[in-house]
């Protein structure tokens, strides 16, 4: 049953033209990605280092672009997932479309768990794809690669699959619009969490740096952003330091299997909330 929910799902999804529309902004993205590696990699030579990495210049570069296209991707991913997911139960049950699917031997159960999957393998897939994409092109452009190249997408796949979550179980409680606009929110708290973890680390504050540590523990789809960062630099020597300067939003401060497993745990208990939410909901 739950099969049939994801076909459905993404036929949905092809009839709304959605992977259309991404797919072109989406290479539109790319390209304007390789102008920017070749332009950099051109002038990899006039680049001024801080004075606290101590790595080459290209090397630098790369986990620099790779740090940028990370974001992006997991930004573009974000936005697919809030699309895909916001008007699911709520939306769906004003157009008067949900109560046919829900009666047995279908169930409510089935239907969000279907919904869920398609949402997350399609946002994985595309995350993946975008930044293995953007990891060939400063591969090929500047020919340096980063530490750890599938891995480090699979972990922001999983943190989009996570926003997919939140999202589901925000429609069951808001309209399409007033969830779109929750979880949008949301995604900058996490956002903001990363900025306070520069701000601690380049003030030397312990406080703000506490404080970014558990905001990011509390929304994990930043820590697994975070552990993916530090992923790219894991078997790449003279870089230790470099993935601590890759922006506002692009501090690994946190990382590891405690915060994968966290993720996951945290992934559980958003689906059975979700569950047992929509359970009780009145259709």
């Known amino acids: 049953m739950i099969g049939v929910v994801v076909t459905y ?27 920017a590696n070749y332009y950099v990699f051109r002038d990899v030579a006039a680049v001024h280092l801080p004075e606290d990495v101590h790595a080459d210049k290209r090397s630098f570069a790369g986990v620099f672009l790779s740090g940028l296209a990370m974001f992006a991707a997991l930004f573009l991913g974000v936005v697919l997932a809030v699309f895909l997911t916001l008007g699911v139960v709520a939306g769906d ?20 768990v279907g919904r869920f999957v398609a949402a997350a393998a399609v946002c994985a897939a595309y995350v ?51 969830n779109g606009i929750a979880v949008f929110m949301i995604f900058g708290a996490g956002l903001v969490s990363g900025l306070l973890g520069t701000v601690g680390h380049a003030l030397g504050s312990h406080t703000i ?19 993916a ?25 946190v990382g590891g299997w ?20 929509f359970a009780r909901r009145d259709l």
């Not at 072109?24 to 304007?32: D, H, I, S, V």
């Not at 049950?93 to 969000?112: F, I, K, M, N, T």
């Not at 740096?209 to 552990?227: C, G, N, T």
């Not at 960062?229 to 401060?253: D, K, N």
């Open 9 to 35: 799902a993404l036929r949905e999804a092809l009839r709304r033209r959605v992977f259309l529309v991404v797919l072109l902004l989406t290479l539109l993205f790319l390209a304007l990605y390789a102008l």
């Open 93 to 112: 049950a004003e157009r008067g479309l949900l109560q046919p699917l829900v009666v047995r031997p279908l169930g409510r159960a089935s239907l969000l």
């Open 128 to 178: 993946l794809a975008v930044y293995l994409g953007a990891t060939l092109i400063t591969g090929l452009i500047g020919h340096t690669w980063p530490g750890a190249v599938f891995w480090p997408g699979v972990t922001l796949a999983a943190a989009v699959a996570l926003v997919a979550a939140i999202s589901l179980l925000g429609s069951i409680f808001l309209s399409g619009t007033a």
């Open 209 to 227: 740096s506490h404080a970014a540590h558990i905001a990011a523990w509390a929304l994990p789809f930043e820590a697994l952003y975070q552990d």
């Open 229 to 253: 960062l530090r992923q790219i630099t894991e078997h790449t020597t003279g870089l230790a330091g470099v993935v601590l300067q890759l922006g506002p939003f692009g501090g690994a401060y």
């Open 258 to 277: 405690s915060v994968r497993l966290w993720a996951a745990g945290y992934l559980g208990a958003v689906g059975l909330l979700a569950i047992r939410a």
